[in-house]
């Protein structure tokens, strides 16, 4: 996989060892465990991620980046496939003879080169590895559980970090110093740590990972012996681990000072009384988050949240302040968090008052958040009072039109703009669904479907975890299902393009001819693929126009080539002219691909250099080379045979691959 941001952490075992400050979490999941109960991992948003991680770095310094990049340096250099399969050898030996240990070792290999960013791009995309998916799902067959996810793995490691941090909540700074340079003792608190966890195996806090290797008949000597034996190996991750523990102590301020009352870890001040001080990042992240639950009532079974004004007027000058607090400059968002409520409608009108002192603020969006279920609007759009309306459907609603498995609540989202029913957005606003038991779905599948008059149009979403999230220009009934599509005519092309075709084909982004055939050796059209991008990356604006006289109104892909055509990515043929029905190029496609990616990922980068590996990347045209660079670079288009062929028009299935690619870009 394609490493692209610039702080690498440390292997599974420096990652574990270095967890005596309870490590920076991987996930927003992490990040609300870490920050002890001030926000749900629901609700934290990617600005107070993105805080903590400058707040880490900046306290590494220029010392610890290098302790942190010697050890990957020495991961990569002593850990090849056979030696990871000697150094886990009692635990590996407890799996199946048929278990691809290779794969094992490139999830491992991965790990140990992810790159901490603000995205979390590299973990999003070990996640969808299907190669790891299908290989932990082995294992849990095995082990008789229901189900085993990279997420697990992940979640059992922050397990470990946070056993870990509940050893040391007694010590003081001081000490917590000591301690991090005093590897014995590390190793010791180690060792403590995974007996916790792999003691969960029952219960609320029981960990997949821990259940699996008991029923493996794995034992925490096994596990020790394997994290001992990776210690062995590398002469630099003691170093590695003491520089992460101290930045962490520096940045969050772990521990306390006894007589001072208000040391990181919080004290007890004088006459009992007890206070914690929050360090500007997790000030940022509290302040991210107001807790509207004393303001809703509920009566018969509508909840409706009355704010006042002033409440949140000054809630958003806390934000802003503790935003310059820690340097962020980015869009904030205030996320109402309504806590738990048990009818079925709720309505959050925010007033007038509060509408126009966001946009006067700088306050991008404002969130609400309940049950798991989570809007995030953006107000800037707005200039007077508005309301969200959310009701949660019986799931009759959508059982009985289609036989998928529906794996969430069914929603029926209303919006009002002055008490007027308004069901289009110049800026979508974003749904985070929360899915419900999702055993033996495939989740790769899973897509956000609007009801609209009794059928479902699939609009995609991205899996965040045990939730998807899409943005929406529109309102309607929404739910969550397993989107399985079928083609009769895809077998020649099952090897490359398989099971490309069936996710893109689940997330509503390409559609079949009719009469359960793909044609996957068709061409594409330039409609045809305006669809496809602007359905894949969530761009549909109904309010977009278009002006070229031969895309008639009516016509099924107008909204797509208006959308296309108003951000630039697919241009006219002229002025006044489209040509939707003219095929495109493979070096067409990939600059279209690239144009639609920049927007969306603005920091994406192109390797010039990329194009060198194609033997013909001469006959890409001029036009059209930064581009192909720009795919070539982040492996969205991939040669045959050391060739691009970038005059060869494009069929239905190489698109469907690179629409696959683009979806799975982080």
Not at 48 to 74: C, H, I, S, V, W
Not at 186 to 202: C, M, N, P, S, W
Not at 336 to 358: N, Q
């Amino acid at each position: 996989m394609t490493l692209k941001k610039k702080l690498a952490v440390s292997t599974l075992a420096v990652s574990m060892a270095a967890a005596s400050v309870a490590g920076f979490p991987f996930s927003s999941q992490g990040l609300a465990k870490h920050l002890s109960g001030v926000a749900s991992a629901a609700s934290v948003d990617n600005a107070a991620l993105q805080a903590r991680a400058d707040l880490l770095y900046k306290n590494l310094g220029d010392p610890g980046r290098a302790a942190l990049r010697a050890t990957r340096a020495e991961i990569n250099e002593k850990i090849d496939s056979a030696k990871f399969n000697a150094l886990f050898a009692p635990v590996l030996d407890n799996l199946q003879p048929d278990v691809n240990k290779t794969e094992l070792y490139n999830l491992f290999n991965d790990v140990a080169n992810v790159y901490y960013d603000l995205n979390y791009t590299d973990l999003k995309d070990i996640r969808n590895n299907e190669a790891y998916i299908a290989v932990l799902k082995q294992i849990a067959a095995d082990a008789g559980v229901a189900d085993l996810t990279v997420d697990d793995v992940i979640d059992f490691v922050l397990g470990v970090e946070t056993s870990l941090k509940n050893l040391v909540s007694n010590k003081t700074t001081a000490e917590l110093v000591a301690l991090a340079k005093n590897p014995s003792a590390q190793e010791k608190l180690f060792d403590d740590a995974i007996d916790v966890v792999l003691g969960a195996t029952a219960g609320a806090n029981k960990y997949t990972v821990s259940t699996v290797l008991t029923n493996l008949g794995v034992s925490k000597a096994d596990i020790k012996a394997s994290v001992n034996a990776v210690r062995a190996e590398l002469t630099t991750d003691k170093e590695a681990a003491t520089q992460l523990a101290l930045a962490y102590i520096s940045a969050f301020g772990l521990g306390y000072n006894p007589g001072s009352g208000n040391g990181g870890g919080g004290g007890v001040a004088g006459g009992g009384t007890t206070t914690t001080t929050l360090t500007p990042a997790e000030a940022f992240a509290k302040a991210s988050i107001f807790d509207a639950s004393k303001y809703v009532v509920i009566t018969g079974d509508k909840a409706t949240v009355k704010l006042v004004d002033a409440d949140i007027l000054a809630a958003f000058d806390k934000l802003v302040a503790a935003a310059k607090a820690v340097g962020y400059t980015g869009p904030l968002t205030l996320t109402l968090d309504l806590g738990p409520i048990k009818v079925s409608t709720v309505e959050v009108p925010l007033s007038k008052v509060i509408v126009d002192a966001a946009t006067a603020k700088g306050i991008a969006n404002m969130g609400v958040t309940y049950n798991s279920l989570t809007v995030t609007i953006p107000m800037a759009q707005f200039n007077t009072e508005v309301a969200l309306t959310v009701t949660t459907a019986a799931d009759t609603t959508v059982t009985s039109i289609t036989k998928l498995k529906l794996a969430s609540s069914v929603y029926d989202f209303g919006f009002t703009v002055k008490n007027v029913p308004t069901t289009t957005f110049k800026q979508p606003l974003t749904i985070k669904l929360p899915l419900k038991d999702t055993t033996g779905l495939d989740k790769e599948l899973l897509s956000v479907a609007k009801v609209v008059y009794s059928n479902l149009q699939f609009q995609g979403g991205v899996l965040d975890g045990e939730y998807i999230v899409e943005p929406r220009d529109t309102f309607s009934s929404y739910a969550v299902l397993e989107n399985k599509v079928s083609f009769s005519d895809i077998a020649k092309v099952q090897a490359w393009a398989g099971r490309q075709i069936q996710v893109v084909a689940a997330k509503g982004a390409i559609e079949g001819i009719g009469n359960g055939k793909f044609a996957p050796k068709n061409n594409v059209t330039r409609a045809e693929f305006a669809k496809m991008l602007v359905r894949a990356l969530n761009l549909e604006n109904s309010t977009a126009t278009e002006n070229f006289s031969d895309v008639s109104s009516t016509a099924w892909y107008a909204p797509y080539v208006a959308v296309a055509a108003e951000k630039g990515i697919i241009q006219g043929r002229n002025s006044t002219t489209f040509d939707p029905t003219a095929t495109i190029t493979r070096a067409e496609m990939a600059t279209l691909i690239s144009r639609a990616l920049k927007l969306t990922h603005p920091d994406a980068k192109t390797d010039a250099s990329a194009l060198s590996k194609f033997s013909d990347a001469a006959k890409i045209s001029a036009t059209l080379k930064d581009g192909v660079a720009f795919a070539a670079s982040n492996n969205l288009v991939i040669g045959d045979a050391g060739k691009f062929n970038p005059t060869n028009t494009a069929s239905r299935a190489e698109a469907a691959v690179i629409i696959y690619r683009t979806i799975n870009f982080k």
